[in-house]
Structures are given as structure tokens and as C-alpha cells.
């Protein structure tokens, strides 16, 4: 890779981090009620930062990059931002971070929030953890997925309140690597934003990547620039298959 590939991409993806301020889904719909029980909205004192989605009753998987954003707690059980209880469905966090995490640029953007209590999950919600591979999968090309988020529905436009969702296709990673002129870092998936004009925007980051409509295999970690008028280059994911053992070691310990 050029020196001055490196220089500009590692620029585009700081300016990515830094402006993670809300999810935005293009070309969504708003989430059907009582579906997608394990989505979690990941705040500090502002407000929602960050998507991110419960594994355990004890931990919400995000991206690692989220944690520039100062992030104080979760909020679980709620499709609408402007219905939290703040008594019940918010939860204090202890920031997990790979190890590995640098920068965006190089990989490793996983992060695990470890709750300040245990969620109350129940057989018909509202809140229920989704499932994570159990070993390390390869995803198809065209195979069709889906993302969702709170946030603005187009470029440059204002949060939603309600969670939108939009259905994408995998992309073939090999391809994906091309359309990027090989600058992507290990352990990703693309989807979306390439081929199709639906995807996610700067700021759905820590978002699940979900395939089959009942396992979360990726984590929205980064797009091209701010350009959302897709479709361009792919968007990519943090591929969690690739992340078990560090994964594991921390769900069970239940400490970071």
C-alpha cells in the first residue's frame, strides 16, 4: 500500500470516528414492533452515539471506535428514543475495548459493554439477546442481511426517533477488497453500499450485521468518507467470527 493511500485513508476514517453522532439508515423502514429486541441504544450525556446489540445478560457487543464518544450507558427495550424509562431500561456500562484496537484503519473494532446489571430478558421481550456465530463462518456474496439504527434517513439529515432498518446484500469479499484498492484491514465484511443505494451512513457505527434474521455476524465499522448517495464502495463490518476467543474468555468470566 502507498504511503499516501495510507495517509488519506487513515484520514477518512478518523473523520468517521469523530463524527459518530447518531445511526443513519438509507433507504430504511421503521422496525416492526416487538421485532429486534436485542438492539441497544449506546449514549453518553448527550444522547445516542452509537447502535450497538445484547449478547448476554450481561454484555452489549458495539465497535471499538465508539468509545471516542465517551459512551456512559445503554438503553435496551425501546424502539422509540423518546420512550426510556430511565429506571428500567437504562444501564450503566464497563467499557470492554480489544486489546488490539488502535485506530479504525487497522482493525480489531469490537468492543463488549458490560452492563451494570443484569437485563431483564423475557420470553416474549421486551428485551432478548440475539445469537453470535459459534465459530468462524465465511458469508456469501449476494447473501441478504440486514442493519438497523436510529438516526437520519438521508446524508446530512436529522436523527429519527423510531429504529429504521434496511435489508443489503453481502458483498464478496474479494471484490470488496478491490473496489477499497486493498487498503481494508483484516477480519471484515462488506455489505451494502455498493451495487444497491441502500446502506448505512458516518455514525451507525457498533450496529449489528444481521443475516438469516436471527444472527449478528458483523459490526457496522466504516464507510467511505461521508458520501451515503450510494452506491460506491462497500460499507464494512467488524466480522465477530473472527473474535470468538476473546469473545468467550469475557462472556463467561463476565469481566473484561
Not at 423502514?29 to 449478547?55: I, R
Not at 420512550?83 to 486489546?99: A, E, F, G, L, W
Not at 450496529?207 to 465499522?221: D, Y
Request: net charge positive; charged share 20%.
Amino acid at each position: 500500500m502507498h504511503v499516501l493511500h495510507k495517509v488519506l485513508l487513515f484520514h477518512v476514517l478518523i473523520c468517521l470516528g469523530q463524527n459518530a453522532l447518531g445511526s443513519e439508515i438509507i433507504k430504511g423502514t421503521k422496525a416492526k414492533k416487538k421485532s429486534m429486541l436485542y438492539m441497544a441504544s449506546v449514549q453518553n450525556k448527550k444522547g445516542h452515539v452509537c447502535g450497538g446489540f445484547l449478547v448476554s445478560e450481561d454484555f452489549v457487543m458495539t465497535a471499538a471506535h465508539c468509545v471516542n464518544q465517551n459512551p456512559t450507558s445503554v438503553v435496551l427495550g425501546t424502539h422509540s428514543l423518546k420512550n426510556v424509562n430511565d429506571d428500567t431500561m437504562r444501564y450503566s456500562i464497563k467499557k470492554c475495548k480489544h486489546p488490539d484496537y488502535k485506530a479504525v484503519i487497522s482493525g480489531n473494532d469490537i468492543m463488549l459493554l458490560q452492563l451494570s446489571r443484569k437485563a431483564h430478558l423475557g420470553k416474549k421481550g421486551p428485551i432478548k439477546p440475539i445469537k453470535i456465530p459459534s465459530n468462524q463462518i465465511k458469508l456469501k456474496g449476494k447473501q441478504k442481511c440486514s442493519v438497523a439504527g436510529w438516526g437520519a434517513t438521508k446524508t446530512n439529515g436529522s436523527n429519527v426517533d423510531e429504529l429504521q432498518v434496511v435489508d443489503i446484500p453481502v458483498i464478496n469479499l474479494e471484490t470488496c477488497q478491490k473496489m477499497w484498492n486493498d487498503k481494508l484491514p483484516a477480519n471484515v465484511v462488506c455489505a451494502g453500499g455498493y451495487g444497491t443505494k441502500k446502506g448505512f451512513c458516518q455514525g451507525d457505527s457498533g450496529g449489528p450485521l444481521v443475516c438469516n434474521g436471527k444472527m449478528a455476524v458483523g459490526i457496522v465499522s466504516f464507510n467511505s468518507n461521508y458520501n451515503c448517495d450510494y452506491p460506491n464502495v462497500p460499507n464494512v463490518y467488524t466480522d465477530i467470527s473472527k473474535f470468538l476467543p476473546w469473545i468467550k474468555n469475557i462472556l463467561e468470566k463476565k469481566r473484561c
